[in-house]
């Protein structure tokens, strides 16, 4: 079968290779791709920055944001053939750890973790693949190619739970709601907000295209300014950049009580000395930073939930590019447009 692979730690060893049948060690449920969604991650890992290939292989199969058609249940209960399925992209440690002990895979203590088309454990990018039962999450039929966004809206399925955690530390009745970025993650935060009854808000560079629109039919406002010229200080943000000077904006920005959301740090900029730039803002405000990363069942399920109640033609309009398995290449380059670009591999 084709399967779309790389050499971890070798920038442009990306290529569309013939493969093995995924090995029944990966698990009773076989699998027929149908898409999936390319990030930034995977665009780290092709360029030789990220990334690790499983024990015994130089070539990691690439891919994390998967859905695909279940092909043969291997006994699973609650899977049948035609099943439309996502593969949860992090497994527990061996040790275990605490977190990992009881679930929570993705507060793993040890670093000893493994991930789906990340580290030791080949992806999703394959024509087919294998998966454990207790892995696989059924989607509804009715979200269709869109069973994609579910991994993306995991990682802010999380970052919501961690921000109302944070937020019982004291009486908070938090209303405005800013979203840095409007990429796929952004704009799955925003629907989140929304979906919370909150005001929300998200910023952006860009002034014309999908984005500033996608935000107004959700029925946020959208700003192409920086945090700190809003107007308003928000009384959470999450933070989906990962650019050092608009984190740094975040935490100046945030009302006192606030809470601030990373769900992640790129290239994109510097982030060295933001912390004590920010910590006295920090303490005289009562602000937290709070980092958040990966998801576990829980989030999963919440995910699922949370696409399901929303506006499918808005979702569909998340999905700007297609690629075929051959066009790769494609997909993993950036276009002006994007929001979140998939491989497809078979219709849903
Ligand atoms: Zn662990």
């Not at 493969?19 to 076989?30: N, Q």
């Not at 944001?65 to 049948?80: I, N």
């Not at 033609?313 to 066009?327: C, F, H, K, S």
Request: aromatic share 4%.
């Amino acid at each position: 079968m084709k399967a779309i692979t790389v050499q971890p730690g070798h920038a442009g060893s990306a290529s569309l290779d013939d493969v093995p049948e995924p090995a029944l060690g990966e698990g009773s449920v076989l699998v027929e791709a149908i898409a999936v969604g390319v990030c930034g991650t995977d665009v780290e890992i092709v360029d030789g920055k990220y990334g690790w290939s499983p024990p015994g292989s130089d070539r990691l199969v690439l891919g994390h944001e998967s859905l695909g058609k279940v092909v043969d249940p291997g006994g699973a209960t609650g899977l049948k053939p035609g099943d439309l399925i996502v593969g949860i992209v992090r497994r527990p440690d061996p040790v275990p750890c605490p977190n990992c002990a009881v679930g929570e895979w993705d507060m793993c203590r040890n670093g000893q973790y493994t991930e789906r088309g990340i580290k030791e454990l080949h992806g999703f990018m394959s024509e087919r693949w294998r998966i454990e039962p207790e892995y696989a999450m059924k989607v509804d039929r009715s979200l269709g190619l869109l069973g994609v966004l579910l991994e993306p809206t995991t990682v802010v399925a999380k970052a919501w739970e961690q921000v109302t955690a944070v937020g019982q530390r004291a009486f908070w009745e938090p209303r405005h709601v800013l979203v840095t970025g409007a990429g796929p993650i952004g704009l799955l935060a925003a629907l989140l907000g929304k979906q919370r009854g909150l005001d929300v808000h998200v910023l952006d560079r860009v002034t014309t295209g999908a984005k500033p629109e996608l935000v107004r039919q959700l029925g946020a406002t959208y700003h192409a300014c920086r945090a700190n010229e809003l107007g308003f200080q928000p009384d959470i943000i999450i933070e989906c950049t990962g650019v050092g000077p608009v984190i740094s904006d975040a935490v100046k920005s945030v009302a006192a009580g606030g809470i601030v959301c990373l769900t992640g740090v790129g290239t994109g900029g510097r982030t060295t000395g933001m912390v004590a730039d920010a910590a006295a803002s920090l303490v005289l405000r009562n602000n937290v930073i709070v980092g958040s990363v990966n998801a576990n069942k829980r989030h999963w399920y919440k995910a699922s939930e949370s696409l399901l109640r929303a506006d499918m033609a808005w979702l569909a309009q998340l999905v700007t590019r297609r690629e075929r398995p051959e066009d790769f290449r494609r997909a993993l380059a950036r276009q002006a447009d994007d929001i979140k670009v998939v491989v497809q591999f078979a219709n849903p």
